[in-house]
């Protein structure tokens, strides 16, 4: 007898999560999920293990975490926040994301995703019962069209959703394209929730920017972020929702009904994690831009096309080489089985918007030539993958896949 909802009908496993657990059974090389398989930093995990060891571990708002976001978000963004009443502690970027959505979305109600997105997005959007509408970056590097993003809006526009640093492109967005993000939302009258986990991993001298910075966008912006990417500790689960007193209300209350409280002994340690020095911040990008060079030196090396080199993130965005007929599903797939390597197709970030593919004339044939490439991995497991990659060098110095 069916009995499942709608909605769960149209949900798949996660093919991102489905590759990892592939990579473990064929004793791959994961460079697909974004998680670190390097230790998190040590005073972090100390002071987990002391919240432990002290039985911090019941139910527990630990208002400490709201103090220190304040302090932070003052000082990298010259915003106000009181950490009474504008902050929620949450279960990880999603659950903030999630309960965001469910706090603002009514059936029927549009929202707007930046193409390509993350998979997350679009699930909490139609569980809430909201309509995503995307508008496609611009390949090779993934720049915002004004003129298509302003015809994506309309009078059932109710919130944007930006994620910047940029899964999976790695895309960091300018000023000049906030502030046409900030102009339509203000003239427009419509929210945004940020996604804004790789904040603190930006390279080249690139800074990350929170729109809520802009002129009239803190009163209309929901930031959610986490300590997962900057700390290393993606299974910890303790993110939050920065939002106007009225929003992060129903954001505490929506997370309470659903999961109750974040894991008690991780936020403690985060108290820790959010007062560690400028210089574990500075470590953290100078480690992760090495990895990205070394990963765009490897790709481009066995032929594939980099024609966007990250700003932020941990991702690579990699266009197969240019005489390749496989698709990029067919690519992955050889990749596990001849080289035992894995990494994600990137057709599950893309999306079309059928009423802009009329006005623009959208050619789509690009979302099948990308693969994602996490480099959030110990230099030993890139130094492997470069090693497995090189063993099916062909004599132009291209992967020969057959």
């Known amino acids: 007898m069916e009995k499942l909802s709608s909605v769960a009908k149209t949900f798949t496993p996660s093919p991102i999560q489905e590759l990892s657990h592939l990579a473990q059974r064929c004793n791959a090389i994961n460079l697909a999920e974004g998680f670190p398989d390097f230790p998190a930093p040590p005073h972090i995990k100390n002071a987990a293990v002391s919240a432990i060891n002290s039985d911090f571990n019941q139910y527990r708002h630990v208002q400490g975490i709201c103090d220190q976001l304040a302090r932070l978000v003052k000082e990298m963004y010259s915003l106000d926040v009181d950490p ?70 309309s009078s059932r526009t109710k919130a944007i959703v930006l994620n910047s640093p940029h899964n999976p492109t790695g895309k960091v967005f300018s000023r000049d394209e906030l502030e046409i993000i900030a102009g339509a939302c203000c003239t427009r009258d419509f929210l945004a929730i940020t996604d804004e986990v ?48 009225f929003i992060a209300s129903a954001i505490r209350n929506i997370h309470v009904k659903i999961t109750d409280s974040a894991p008690a002994p991780f936020q403690e340690a985060a108290l820790t994690a959010l007062t560690s020095p400028s210089e574990y911040f500075e470590s953290l990008r100078r480690d992760y831009e090495f990895k990205r060079d070394y990963i765009v030196k490897l790709l481009a090396g066995i032929g594939f096309q980099i024609h966007f080199k990250p700003q932020g993130s941990f991702f690579l965005f990699a266009e197969l080489p240019e005489n390749c007929l496989l698709s990029d599903v067919e690519y992955v797939q050889e990749l596990i089985k001849q080289v035992g390597v894995v990494a994600v197709p990137g057709c599950g970030f893309f999306h079309t918007n059928l009423s802009l593919e009329k006005s ?4 789509y044939g690009y979302q099948k030539r990308y693969i994602r490439f996490a480099f959030c991995k110990s230099n030993a497991t890139l130094a492997a993958a470069a090693q497995n990659l090189g063993k099916l060098l062909g004599a132009s110095g291209c992967l020969m896949l057959n």
């Not at 209309?220 to 303790?238: E, H, P, Y």
């Open 198 to 245: 790789y904040e603190h991993i930006t390279f080249d001298q690139e800074k990350h920017i929170s729109l809520a910075s802009l002129p009239g966008m803190q009163e209309r912006t929901i930031i959610t972020s986490s300590l997962s990417k900057t700390f290393s500790v993606t299974g910890w689960r303790v993110g939050w929702a920065i939002a106007p007193a």
């Open 84 to 153: 009474l009443t504008d902050i929620a502690i949450c279960c990880g970027q999603t659950e903030a994301f999630a309960a965001a959505v469910f706090a603002i979305i009514d059936r029927g109600d549009e929202v707007v995703i930046f193409d390509p997105s993350f998979e997350t997005y679009e699930a909490s959007i139609t569980i809430a019962g909201g309509v995503p509408v995307y508008v496609a970056l611009d390949p090779p590097n993934w720049t915002l069209d004004a003129d298509k993003f302003m015809k994506s809006i």
């Open 360 to 363: 623009f004339q959208v050619d």
